[in-house]
């Protein structure tokens, strides 16, 4: 009987291991949304991705944001990205900003990247752009 409950132990720690979560690397991803110039507050900002976890993060009453997954906590894993912003809690983005997305980005390894979105009410009319932070602007 001991010797059952040894093995019991064993093969239970053994599957607690197996299904630890694997880590990624992330970095710091954050930001500001405006619409026409204007911070937009309570909007979801989704980083999604074919090979990577989607991130998002929820703008302030400044328009800012920080991104984190589910599964990893705070933090994007560097690669490409769609960018989509969603409207909740009555904020007024148009729609199509989240169903054909805002733009692709690079995360990069670096400490933190930062990506400011200015949108416009009609997208369809204006260039979409975000600014790296660094001054450079990309499309």
Request: with cysteine; glycine share 10%.
């Amino acid at each position: 009987m001991t010797r059952l409950i040894v093995i019991a132990t064993i093969v239970a720690s053994s599957l607690t291991v197996g299904c630890s979560r694997q880590q990624i690397t992330r970095v710091t991803v954050s930001g500001v949304v405006r619409l026409e110039g204007q911070p937009v507050p309570n909007v979801e900002v989704a980083f999604t991705s074919q090979s990577n976890p989607m991130a998002f993060g929820i703008t302030d009453a400044e328009g800012k944001y920080l991104l984190a997954t589910r599964r990893y906590g705070e933090g994007v894993a560097p690669g490409d990205y769609t960018v989509k912003i969603r409207n909740i809690k009555g904020s007024t983005v148009p729609k199509t900003y989240d169903q054909r997305g805002v733009e692709t980005i690079t995360v990069s390894r670096e400490e933190a990247n930062s990506f400011d979105f200015d949108l416009s009410k009609n997208p369809g009319k204006s260039k979409l752009k975000a600014d790296s932070g660094d001054g450079a602007a990309e499309s």
